[in-house]
């Protein structure tokens, strides 16, 4: 009897579950969000829509980052509205001023009517009138997308001002659509966006909540696991796109739902081109393997990068780069100042950013076949935003500071040589302004990476 609950208790879980098989910040922090950008639509409306379905062309599904953020919801064909609270505005008699009444905050999901036919290929959905749609998404409203026009409607025949203030994703063709249709229902030509709703997103997802570190932590574990499983497979006569496999099966058996991007594993001339992706050559003795992979959990991306020599030992040579490069990336960590550091600098002139000093520490150490200095190898820039995209937006002449979350992935690449070498590590910044290393355990010094490999 104890084994027959104990059976019907597993089941239960696992059908609970399996409405969210993503780990979810708290309902409430999505709410939270959603709060503070209402507040900075200077009293417009916001319409955000999901990402489609794909139907049939056999690619999973990945929700629109921005709708991600604001909602937490993963199913398509859903639309968000945010309402800021604007104060009431009385008429002025004898001018064409029309009043506005007072507006409370009011945020609106609208789902789509349920498709049985798509449900059969792509499973079950939740509409409006699913019972406690309204507690399990953490919206304050849950209403059919039928409705929508109708709402919107009405919102902006009570305050025509809002025309004009209307925050959707830029090339979007369902706000596209809707504002065409909106438009017509309110005897307009059109009603036309005045804002892209992208730009204080991005700054609201620049700065990471503490359960948002905690998912990115999560990718980064099995990150660090899926690198250690490629490190210890790699061998002279070993396919890269075999180590690649290796790499992305240990970061799904460790809870992500899937890589973060395409897994560059490229070996010897491959390791100096910086995005090779067809990982389609076996690895030789005397190469070094740039091994460029790290996967998403719960949508939160990781990104990491180390390189190996694949017979297990560096050459004088490719350990005199390898420690340059490392060198870099610890002047650039050590340099970081919160508020103050910026990540890049395309002409590598400004002292205040992180690019600028692993470049001078490239420049001042080592030599090319000809007697140059390393920094011109350096093709790249330092780093980027990490989250819910791997690269997430950012307006790069701006300082990093308390809460952002980036990489330091200092490279240096000399085709003649056929060295390719980069290290690339996520790092965020903690509540006192401190760096904090999420890829850490992952072996960094060159004879620890050949102990490694050894395991
Ligand atoms: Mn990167």
């Not at 409705?147 to 063709?173: C, F, H, Q, Y």
């Not at 490190?231 to 992500?256: L, N, Q, S």
Request: proline letters at 6%; one cysteine or more.
């Amino acid at each position: 009897m104890k084994a027959v609950l104990r059976t019907v208790t597993i089941v239960l879980v696992i059908a609970s579950s399996a409405c969210f098989a993503l780990d979810s910040v708290p309902k409430a922090e999505y709410r939270q969000r959603r709060v503070a950008l209402a507040a900075k639509l200077n009293g417009g409306v916001a319409i955000l829509f999901a990402a489609e379905e794909p139907v049939l062309d056999f690619m999973p599904y990945r929700q629109d980052e921005d709708f991600y953020y604001l909602s937490g919801w993963n199913e398509p064909g859903a639309a968000i509205a945010l309402i800021p609270a604007v104060a009431a505005v009385a008429e002025t008699p004898g001018t064409a001023l029309g009043g506005r009444a007072e507006q409370a905050y009011r945020e609106i999901l609208f789902l789509p009517s349920r498709n049985p036919r798509t449900e059969k290929y792509t499973g079950p959905k939740m509409d409006a009138a699913t019972s406690g749609a309204a507690a399990t998404t953490g919206f304050d409203e849950v209403l059919p997308m039928t409705e929508m026009p109708a709402v919107l409607n009405k919102l902006i025949s009570g305050d025509r001002t809002r025309l004009r203030n209307i925050w959707t994703e830029k090339g979007s063709a369902q706000a596209t659509a809707a504002l065409g249709f909106l438009g017509a229902t309110l005897g307009t030509s059109s009603a036309e966006p005045s804002g892209d709703v992208a730009q204080p997103l991005t700054l609201l997802r620049a700065i990471k909540s503490p359960a948002e570190i905690e998912l990115i932590r999560k990718a980064s574990d099995a990150s660090i696991a899926a690198q250690l499983a490629g490190m210890r497979a790699i061998k002279p006569g070993v396919g890269e796109r075999t180590v690649a496999g290796i790499e992305i099966a240990k970061m799904m058996e460790d809870g992500c739902e899937r890589p973060s991007y395409a897994p560059i594993v490229g070996s010897g001339p491959n390791s100096t081109t910086l995005h090779y992706s067809d990982n389609s050559r076996v690895m030789q003795s005397g190469d070094t393997v740039v091994i460029d992979a790290a996967g998403e959990y719960s949508m939160y991306a990781s990104d990491i990068t180390r390189t190996m020599p694949v017979n297990g030992h560096f050459t004088p040579r490719q350990r005199e780069i390898y420690e340059i490069v490392l060198g870099a990336q610890r002047a650039a960590a050590a340099a970081f100042v919160a508020g103050k550091s910026k990540i890049n600098d395309p002409q590598r002139k400004q002292a205040d950013s992180l690019d600028q000093v692993a470049f001078a520490y490239v420049n001042a150490h080592g030599k090319d076949l000809h007697g140059q200095p390393l920094g011109q190898y350096m093709v790249h820039g330092l780093g980027h935003l990490v989250g819910i995209d791997v690269h997430d937006p950012w307006d790069y002449s701006k300082p990093l500071d308390k809460g952002m979350v980036f990489t330091i992935e200092p490279g240096i690449y000399i085709p003649e040589e056929k060295i390719g070498i980069r290290i690339e590590d996520v790092f965020y910044v903690d509540a006192d302004g401190k760096l904090v290393d999420l890829i850490a355990q992952l072996p960094h010094e060159a004879p620890d990476i050949e102990a490694a490999m050894r395991q």
